[in-house]
């Protein structure tokens, strides 16, 4: 390997003196060598780190937030790619939280609603909130403004810090939202009337605490060099009094020296109105939770608006079949049509020439919640052949009536749905007119696929039922807790297999249950045990309204290998068998 | 900013109000309504390279049957001392009012404005007349609240004497 000798010699050149020692080194091994020693140190530095990378990690957090900066978009990347690649396996995992988490929001939407729509009420209709908007005009102020008069107990209005001597503003500040008067202008005016009581009421003290406007009340607390002012909306708590004599000590403490030396420079101030918003208190007045009275109301009269709506319309309709039934009941009369609108019933009716008159029969109806009009065909109602085109009309198909001796049988071919065909097969006209209703070479139009529907529906149900295993307890015909719960599911899925039976065309021909029993025990005794648990299951599937002829139950010992688990040998399992008979009604 | 306090003092009616509504509101009226006890007005001014927030406390003139309220003065950086040209009672109460400032306040900035220079004709004194009350011709303004002569200027004068 010339080139490869020559390579190594151009590496020692590039280091400076390669002793002897490793020149033959990499004579011997070559670059296999080198590969080597790079892996192994590859591999030892993966070692090195995954000792130490969730230390690594720990240390770093604490540090600062770099590695979440760090990894954030990684984690970003492969929620996305996993989304992309396994939706189904996101969905598995937030199927759980999604459900309670729309029903709580739902609830909680709802309840917002109720209370806002009963909020709305009280507060737009209500004989309260009608007096206080005529208060509120009264007074000339907004009606926000006096609803927050009322509901609250007291609320700290304004903050004014007023140097003592001059009178003048060092810092204020006041809630926001609420016009107010300038406040340079409100502390001097105040100091004036402070003055000017303690001068004319000689009085030493200096100190005039309380002023009191409406329900608007001006606290005052003097200090040495300062004095501290509160415009109190409402009650006078003792909360509020405390507050203030604490917060006029801490800001003489702070800045004993900087009042003293008061030139009117309020900047120095500036750091205490921090302070002065936090005086700014705020109680509400408790308000009685009371339950939404007006929405309640609102809603019940809305449900009884609707519930007598709804009662009188049953009513009504109740009434109109009664009269049909009654016209339909009349020799002679065939109501083919009806129409109910303003208080008239409108009958179109097939009448034979020999029958009552209408207007006779009108009258023997006697109604009086409306009008009956009785519009006639006049018919030979002997003669069945005339209705099939009016009945072809109403069902589609293709009809005809075959006369044989005295009975006229219909004949239906052509496409018509099967709901159509047993609607046709009930209709009073053809009940009473023809003895028979004959199919031959019927096609089903669009129910074919709801019916396919059915029976791939009720395909599912059998082998979910089929592959179904109760368990029980060890040498009983007790069925284990889980495995009762299990039946009952399966009672529900066998009645719906019952009920399907006409729409699906298939006829459920047996419910077999067989028994098993672990291999434990000697063969008669398992026989009668494996028996008696598979006919504890028939007797729960009658009790639960399985047709008794259906079900048949056997007991089959112990059946299974020596590897089945034992619990997995005590079983019963149920079997549906069934037919597709649909072939042997409709091809006929 | 700096806050300062300001008294306008003298007797009754000599147009301590309508200097200051004029200062304040640029407005004047020749109605004639008497101040009982004080009225506080505010005005921001800037003089030179400051500005100073003027508290101007318009007290009630002085007559026969009222005094200073001194407790008024408390706190007061600047006073103007307001004359009427037309009347020379004013001239006596200016001179018993400054007494009083010497007594509760010291020695502060005091302004004397000889007002209501838009009736000179009928003034019963002159400048020579208040030099008893000792204040220097920089600090007398002849004013008319009227015609808004000297009114600013006088206000201006007091600020920077205050702040200087």
Redesign the interface.
Same mark, same amino acid.
């Given at each position: 390997m010339p080139g490869e000798n020559s390579l190594t010699k151009e590496k020692g050149k590039i280091t400076d003196q390669p002793d002897d020692y490793e020149r033959l080194r990499s004579l011997l091994l070559g670059e296999d060598y080198e590969q080597v020693i790079q892996k192994r140190l590859a591999q030892a530095d993966i070692d090195r780190v995954a000792e130490v990378i969730s230390e690594a990690f720990t240390k770093r957090n604490q540090q600062d937030d770099s590695l979440a900066k760090e990894i954030s978009p990684v984690i970003e990347d492969s929620i996305n790619a996993s989304i992309k690649n396994h939706p189904e396996r996101i969905t598995n995992v937030i199927f759980p939280i999604i459900g309670p988490a729309v029903r709580k929001a739902v609830s909680n939407a709802l309840s917002d609603l109720i209370y806002s729509l009963n909020h709305l009420l009280q507060h737009s209709l209500s004989v309260r909130s009608l007096v206080w908007r005529l208060k509120a005009w009264r007074l000339g102020i907004p009606y926000g403004q006096y609803v927050l008069l009322q509901t609250i107990q007291y609320q700290v209005e304004q903050v004014f810090l007023i140097h003592r001597e001059s009178g003048l503003l060092i810092q204020s500040s006041s809630t926001k939202g609420i016009s107010y008067q300038d406040p340079d202008l409100v502390s001097s005016m105040m100091t004036a009337i402070t003055d000017f009581a303690t001068d004319s009421f000689n009085q030493k003290s200096d100190s005039l605490n309380v002023l009191q406007f409406g329900d608007l009340t001006l606290l005052i607390e003097t200090g040495p060099h300062a004095v501290l002012a509160f415009a109190v909306r409402g009650v006078l708590h003792k909360d509020v009094k405390q507050h203030i004599s604490e917060l006029l000590e801490k800001i003489h403490a702070e800045y004993a020296q900087e009042l003293g030396s008061f030139d009117g420079d309020t900047s120095r101030f500036e750091p205490c109105s921090e302070w002065l918003e936090q005086a700014l208190l705020r109680k509400e007045k408790v308000q009685e939770k009371t339950p939404p009275w007006m929405a309640i109301f609102a809603i019940l009269i809305l449900v009884s608006i609707i519930s007598f709506f709804s009662y009188r319309n049953w009513q009504l309709s109740g009434l109109i079949n009664q009269v049909v039934e009654q016209v339909n009941g009349q020799a002679g009369y065939q109501v083919i049509e009806q129409e109910y609108k303003n208080e008239e019933l409108h009958l179109l009716v097939l009448q034979s020439p020999l029958a009552v008159s209408a207007d006779d029969l009108v009258t023997s109806l006697n109604v009086q919640k409306f009008e009956v009009i009785i519009n006639k065909k006049l018919a030979a109602l002997d003669s069945p052949e005339l209705f099939t085109a009016y009945l072809e009309r109403k069902y589609g198909g293709h009809l005809t009536a075959h006369r044989k001796g005295e009975s006229v049988d219909l004949l239906v071919n052509g496409e018509i749905s099967a709901e159509n065909l047993s609607a046709l097969k009930q209709d009073a006209l053809v009940e009473n007119n023809f003895n028979l209703v004959l199919s031959e070479n019927l096609k089903f139009t669009q129910e074919v696929s709801v019916q396919e529907k059915s029976r791939r529906e009720f395909n599912a149900l059998v082998d979910s039922i089929n592959r179904q295993f109760f368990y029980f307890e060890v040498a009983s015909t007790k069925l284990k807790e889980a495995s009762r719960g299990k039946l009952h599911e399966t009672i529900v899925q066998l009645k719906q297999l019952v009920r399907m039976q006409d729409v699906t065309g298939f006829t459920i021909q047996q419910i077999g249950v067989s028994g098993y029993a672990d291999s434990n025990g000697g063969r008669v005794a398992n026989l009668s045990i494996s028996s008696d648990r598979a006919k504890l299951v028939k007797s729960i599937l009658e009790e639960n309204g399985i047709t008794e002829e259906l079900v048949v139950s056997w007991g089959y010992g112990a059946k299974d290998l020596d590897s089945v688990d034992v619990e997995l040998q005590r079983r019963a399992k149920i079997e549906v068998l069934y037919i597709d008979n649909q072939s042997i009604i409709y091809d006929q | +900013? &700096? @806050?300062? *306090?300001i008294c306008m003092v003298g007797a009754f009616a000599v147009g301590k109000t309508s200097l200051v509504k004029q200062f304040v509101d640029s407005l004047f009226s020749e109605k004639y309504h008497t101040t009982i =006890?004080?009225k &506080?007005? *505010?005005k921001v001014i800037k003089h030179s390279d400051k500005t100073?927030?003027l +508290?101007i406390?318009d007290i009630e003139g002085v007559d026969a049957f009222t005094n200073l @309220?001194s $407790?008024?003065l408390? =706190?007061? $950086?600047g006073i103007l001392l307001v004359l009427d040209g037309t009347r020379s009672q004013s001239l006596e109460s200016a001179k018993q009012i400054k007494g009083l400032i010497k007594s509760v306040l010291g020695n502060i900035p005091i302004l004397l404005i000889i007002n209501k220079a838009d009736l000179i004709e009928s003034w019963q004194f002159g400048l020579d007349d208040a030099k008893v009350l000792e204040i220097s011709q920089d600090n007398t303004f002849i004013t008319s609240a009227k015609t808004d002569q000297n009114v600013e200027q006088a206000f201006v004068r007091i600020a920077e004497l205050m702040t200087a």
């Open positions: - | +900013m &700096i @806050n300062k *306090k =006890g004080v &506080i007005d *505010k100073t927030q +508290m406390w @309220n $407790s008024y408390r =706190g007061a $950086s």
